[in-house]
């Protein structure tokens, strides 16, 4: 599978971030695949993989990984290990984020520290911040401060729900800039804010 993958130069975009970011559900609302995604510690153990079609045209296939967290059990570390080749074979790599979870800056440093170890930094990524519409719910400043400084972080971000759909266009739009030729890796490049 992975070698014709390979040979028909199909781009491959992996969703990874913390478990429960909205991984599994990110993937339905743009595939329709109907994945199981429940509010569960590794609801996902096994990479899945769906097409998408892009609005420049382009199929795209659309990689589920397992959840990362910090001090992995040992019990799906062999799930985990087939994420990790996954995520190392990608062309793009979406992080997707609970953007309202109190300790989301702490979850995106666990992730990007393992994209690190990985030695993938270096590919494309953007950002998905995930649940954005429990923000208008969330009164909170604290919560509303936190995501407008992810947003403003090092990668390139989306506002996205899963839930309702919002910024899920965009972020479509976004996957196809990062896929064009001549793209630099993501270093420090503007926020993009959806409503």
């Known amino acids: 599978y992975r070698a014709?993958?390979?040979e028909m130069e199909v781009p491959v975009v992996s969703l990874v971030g913390y478990t429960n970011a909205g991984k599994s559900s990110l993937l339905n609302r743009l595939t329709k695949a109907g994945?199981?995604?429940?509010?569960?510690?590794?609801?996902?153990?096994?990479?899945?993989?769906?097409r998408i079609h892009t609005p420049a045209g382009r199929d795209v296939l659309l990689t589920d990984t397992v959840g990362f967290i910090q001090k992995l059990p040992t019990a799906v570390v062999a799930a985990f290990r087939a994420t990790l080749e996954e995520v190392q074979e990608s062309t793009l790599v979406l992080h997707v984020v609970d953007v309202?979870?109190?300790?989301?800056?702490?979850?995106?440093?666990?992730?990007?520290?393992?994209?690190?170890?990985l030695g993938i930094a270096d590919k494309p990524r953007l950002m998905a911040l995930n649940k954005a519409d429990l923000l208008d719910e969330a009164a909170d400043s604290d919560i509303l401060g936190r995501a407008l400084r992810l947003a403003d972080g090092d990668l390139r971000s989306v506002f996205t729900s899963a839930e309702t759909g919002a910024g899920l266009d965009e972020l479509l739009r976004e996957i196809d800039t990062a896929l064009e030729p001549g793209v630099p890796s993501i270093d420090r490049m503007d926020r993009i804010v959806v409503g």
């Open 4 to 6: 014709r993958r390979i």
């Open 35 to 50: 994945v199981m995604a429940e509010n569960l510690l590794f609801s996902t153990l096994d990479p899945v993989t769906r």
């Open 100 to 117: 309202t979870h109190p300790n989301a800056t702490q979850m995106v440093s666990v992730v990007e520290g393992i994209i690190d170890e």
